[in-house]
């Protein structure tokens, strides 16, 4: 089959290598769609992955081509990435994103930016009908975000601040929106940003180098401060703002990858502890037999809460993997999610 092969920082291939062969408890998908991750950027071009050569892609849908149980042949699915080891305390307690020893399709082994790939049975959240398999592949961002929109504890009337408008800070306001929270703040850096997050639907877009974030904040509240802000960005400014536009009692969620060094001043450390705000961490998403974030968006792309197909805004075939990567790399234009399909 044919596959994007990570050979090592800057060398990315499009070849030819073994289709995989499905293991007990596994299931081959026929990819149909994946995205391309913001952190597939350094993992290609920066820091590189755990070994070489990888397959990389962590964010994908396809059908189910062989399978132990026939039933399961033809149905469409997506794949929660996180391979948990089972054995350590937050295994036990099905919180698999805390697992101290996991394993990840697209980074620790290989993932879907491929014809095939063979995935555990365990991690497939299996389709709905009307889900189609581009939303689909969109799963893990839209997991990962109502798991943090969960940890922000907003609701119906509160105020929520997402300090960066990419993808799943578009899908966290789309699940805010949904639970009825009254004022959704996004607030990025670029003007073309902001355009496309006023296009869909959400006012409250605004430029933080063009506008007063404090004066928004106090209006839109009158003067109480936002119930929670969620930090996507990763940088140590974004953060601090966050920590200052929080009302007092407030929540402030930290979501983004960081750049480098994080870093607070002596007065932002001090609103923490005067206005005795809660930090919130969240990285991935719940995926057990009590708590499953999967399930809970493939229902909301179902029902039509999330809609996803409004935020791809680039889609390639694999073998435009060049042109893929340079427009996200370079950021020679504006994107949102870029997604290869087939």
């Known amino acids: 089959m044919m596959a994007l092969n990570l050979h090592g920082v800057g060398d990315l291939r499009y070849e030819e290598v073994p289709c995989p062969e499905c293991k007990p408890g596994e299931v081959l998908l026929k990819i149909k769609a994946v995205g391309i991750c913001g ?3 350094p993992r290609a071009f920066t820091k590189g992955t755990y070994h070489f050569p990888t397959i990389i892609g962590h964010e994908f849908a396809g059908e189910i081509v062989e399978a132990e149980d026939s039933e399961l042949v033809g149905r469409g699915a997506s794949v929660f990435p996180l391979l948990p080891c089972g054995k350590c305390p937050a295994c036990r307690e099905e919180q698999y994103a805390r697992c101290s020893d996991y394993d990840y399709y697209g980074s ?3 993932g879907a930016m491929a014809e095939y790939l063979a995935v555990k049975r365990e991690n497939l959240c299996l389709l709905p009908e009307g ?7 969109m799963s893990e961002p839209a997991a990962v975000a109502i798991h943090a929109f969960k940890k922000s504890g907003v609701g119906k009337g509160d105020t929520l601040l997402i300090y960066g408008i990419g993808t799943i800070g578009l899908i966290l306001a789309q699940w ?10 996004l607030v990025a850096r670029t003007d073309d940003k902001v355009e496309f997050a006023k296009k869909l639907g959400f006012p409250l877009a605004v430029n933080a180098k063009r506008e007063d974030l404090g004066k928004l904040v106090e209006g839109v509240t009158e003067g109480k401060g936002a119930d929670a802000c969620i930090e996507g960005t990763g940088a140590s400014e974004p953060w601090a703002e966050c920590i200052s536009l929080a009302k007092a009692g407030g929540r402030v969620v930290c979501l983004g990858n960081p750049l480098g060094g994080m870093s607070l001043s002596q007065d932002a450390y001090w609103k923490i502890l005067r206005k005795e705000l809660a930090l919130a961490g969240t990285w991935n998403s719940s995926f057990g037999s009590r708590e499953n974030d999967w399930r809970e968006a ?3 792309m179902q029902d039509k809460r ?3 197909k409004s935020l791809i805004t680039h889609k390639f075939s694999l073998d435009e993997y060049q042109e893929a990567f340079s427009l996200m790399h370079e950021r020679r234009e ?3 999610k870029v997604m290869f399909v087939s």
């Open 334 to 336: 504006m994107y949102c």
């Open 306 to 308: 999330l809609d996803l």
């Open 176 to 185: 805010a929106k949904a639970a009825g929270v009254k004022n959704i703040i």
């Open 131 to 137: 889900v189609s398999y581009e939303e689909a592949a």
């Open 108 to 110: 620790r082994r290989d």
């Open 298 to 300: 493939v229902k909301a």
């Open 39 to 41: 952190s597939d950027i």
